[in-house]
């Protein structure tokens, strides 16, 4: 078996908190040089897609050694270790400077950048798509928002972005606009569509 060597601590829900890495032991990494990069880095490696990266022990004071120090990664890395870092162990840090992420449970895949794609959501341990039937500007600056992004440019239909396997979690969206989660939407049940 391989176990994941990351996982959150001390968040509101399983997609945030303290950022721990296991190297014989769990400890936690330093949020000097810690940035958005570095977050899309460890919730990508937790099958998610970053929306923040947080540091000062947001997320509280973890215990144990602090194995990481000044993690530099590009945000295309599948995984924290795999990022530039000091040596493990070495840092010049104190658990008030604890790094934290927030994952979110939707991602765009398929896109040519980051910021474009199919959108893709997670439910019911089960990764699935939102059909096009009503999407609009609305829905997609919905869930531009919930990614961290402050609006969306265009939205595409017919599966621009490729067809999507799985589920088809949501259909027949409709957002106001102000809403923060697409999942706060008016839209028919879950899985029917």
């Given amino acids: 078996a391989r176990c994941q060597d990351v996982r959150l601590s001390g968040g509101s829900s399983p997609w945030e908190g303290r950022v721990e890495i296991f190297h014989g032991q769990w400890g936690t990494v330093c949020d000097d040089s810690w940035n958005i990069e570095n977050a899309r880095a460890v919730c990508r490696q937790l099958g998610r897609t970053a929306y923040a990266s947080r540091s000062s022990a947001y997320f509280g004071y973890g215990g144990g050694p602090i194995w ?23 840092h010049n840090c104190g658990h008030g400077e604890d790094a934290g992420v927030v994952c979110t449970d939707i991602t765009l895949v398929n896109g040519s950048t980051w910021y474009e794609g199919r959108i893709e959501i997670h439910y019911n341990n089960a990764w699935g798509t939102i059909c096009d039937d009503h999407f609009d500007i609305d829905d997609a600056n ?25 589920q088809i979690w ?6 106001s606009g102000s809403e923060t989660r697409v999942y706060s939407c008016s839209a028919s049940s879950w899985g029917t569509n």
């Fill in 68 to 90: 990481l120090d000044e993690v530099a990664c590009s945000g295309s890395e599948s995984s924290l270790a795999s990022c530039s870092h000091g040596s493990w162990g070495t």
């Fill in 170 to 175: 949501m259909d027949n969206v409709q957002c």
């Fill in 142 to 166: 919905v869930v531009c928002k919930q990614l961290g992004y402050p609006n969306a440019l265009a939205y595409k239909h017919t599966a621009s972005f490729g067809q999507g396997s799985g």
